[in-house]
């Protein structure tokens, strides 16, 4: 099969049939395109190509969109009658770039990435301005080859063709010759297609390169050393993401979050402390204090904090050491009352007691004790009941 498996192309010729091209000459050009037609895989979906003929003026024989199979391109090809008089090269490049790379011509957009070449053929020098020209058609992205034959100006080929010049510069004694350029453009259009056919072992993406082919993953994943399977790249690796505090890996990519007590801001990267003590955003029965993003529980004076560290019960106040009372402490709901043994009175402070009697010899609040001053009492009275007996 001596048809390839080339990479899809837009693919302009365009032949110089001025008055220094012999009609037997331009008729070996002619069989040069055909030959280089049977060479390509040509299709509505995989090569186009267009053929243009300069002199003075220039024609476009047939654009991309007319022919789509190699019997009908070789048939217009045969029709083609040369323009005989000037060389205006520098005018049919301008023509493919503005006319023919065009839309409604038969070029694919530019979002199929299709690439756009031209196959300039001339043996002389141009007579115009070709160097600007050629410089527009190359900046736009249209890929020129240049081949000239007996006597074309090489320093005019040279600066008309596509870096690197050695690949796209081309040089035949004769137009009788100028066949065996068909091998050197299959070579550089129709090297297989290692990637299209399938044939790789590439774990993701294969990447084709001139008859071969490199491996290469989807972003997110890095090349193995076995240069043909992935792994999934570490987003979350320090200096790899940007999350204030918690990175969290997510099929090659990560998100942020943050740890307890904190909230994500809208950048997705930092990270706010939360008001933990808000209503709604703690268990604490009674008290909340807001600690570095968490929180502790608490109680009310009088309270105390249950073994579970959120719930409350009343205290003890009337405990030993709990109250700054002298003598009875009385527990009383929540709070505790005061009070004095029989025969003891409480103080204007209510925390000190004072002995209910006449006699005016215990009156100091800072020496009763209830329980031995009521003996007291009893002991003075019944000594004073004996005196009286005698």
Same mark, same amino acid.
């Given at each position: 099969d001596?048809a390839?498996k080339?990479?899809?192309l837009?693919?302009?010729f365009?032949?110089?049939s ?5 009609p037997?000459e331009?008729?070996r050009?002619k069989i040069?395109?055909?030959e280089?037609?049977?060479?390509l895989?040509v ?7 267009a ?5 003075s003026t220039?024609k ?7 022919y789509?199979?190699?019997a !009908?391109?070789?048939?217009?090809v045969?029709r083609?009658e040369? *323009?005989?008089a000037g060389?205006?090269?520098g005018l &049919?490049?301008? /023509?493919a770039?503005?006319?023919?790379f065009t839309?409604e ?9 299709i ?5 300039v053929?001339?043996d002389g020098r ?6 600007d020209v050629?410089?527009s058609?190359r900046?736009?992205g249209i ?5 000239g034959?007996d006597?074309a100006d090489m320093q005019?080929l ?5 870096e690197?010049?050695d690949e796209h510069v081309f040089y035949?004694e ?9 091998s ?11 990637c ?5 072992d ?7 390169s001139?008859? !071969?082919?490199l491996c290469?993953c989807?972003?997110g994943?890095? *090349?193995?050393p076995?240069?043909r399977t992935?792994s &999934?790249v570490d /987003?979350c ?7 204030e505090q918690i990175?969290?890996?997510?099929n090659g ?5 943050c ?6 801001n ?10 933990v003590?808000?209503?709604g955003?703690h268990?604490?029965?009674?008290l909340c204090?807001?600690?570095d993003g968490s ?5 009310y004076?009088?309270?105390t904090l249950?073994p579970d560290?959120?719930?409350c ?10 109250h700054?009372?002298?003598r009875v402490c ?5 709070l ?5 043994r029989?025969g003891?009175?409480?103080s204007p402070?209510?925390k000190t007691?004072s ?16 329980e &031995?001053?009521v003996a007291?009492?009893?002991s ?11």
């Open positions: 001596t390839c080339n990479r899809p837009d693919l302009v365009i032949v110089d001025s008055r220094s091209v012999r037997e331009f008729e050009v040069f395109l055909s280089m037609i049977d060479t895989d299709g509505e979906r995989t090569t186009r190509v053929v243009m003929n300069y002199a220039v476009v024989e047939f654009p991309l969109r007319t789509f199979d190699k !009908s391109m070789k048939e217009a045969s083609i040369p *323009l005989s060389t205006m090269t &049919a490049i301008q /023509t770039m503005h006319e023919v839309e011509m038969g070029t694919r957009p530019a979002t199929f990435n690439p756009r070449v031209v196959i053929v001339t141009p007579q115009d301005q070709v160097q050629a410089a058609a900046a736009a890929e020129i080859y240049a081949v034959v006597r005019s040279r600066i008309m063709a596509s690197p010049l035949v004769t137009y009788g010759v100028i066949e065996k350029l068909t050197k453009f299959r070579e550089t259009f129709c090297a297989v297609n290692v299209a056919l399938g044939t790789h590439c774990q993701q993406l294969c990447v084709g001139r008859g !071969s082919y290469d989807y972003e994943y890095t *090349l193995n076995d240069k992935c &999934a /987003t690796a320090p200096g790899r993401h940007e999350c990175c969290v890996s997510n990519s990560y998100v942020c979050g740890y307890e007590g904190y909230t994500l809208p950048d997705k990267k930092t990270c706010s402390a939360m008001d003590c808000a209503p955003r268990d604490c029965a009674q204090l807001s600690n929180y502790s529980c608490d109680c004076e009088g309270y249950n560290k959120k719930t019960s009343a205290a003890d106040v009337c405990a030993p050491g709990r700054g009372w002298e009385l527990r009383g709901g929540l505790c009352t005061r009070g004095c029989p003891c009175t409480l402070g209510r007691c002995v209910k009697s006449r006699l005016l010899l215990i009156t100091t609040e800072e020496s009763c004790k209830c &031995a001053i007291l009492q009893d003075v009275t019944s000594h004073l009941e004996a005196l009286s007996t005698k």
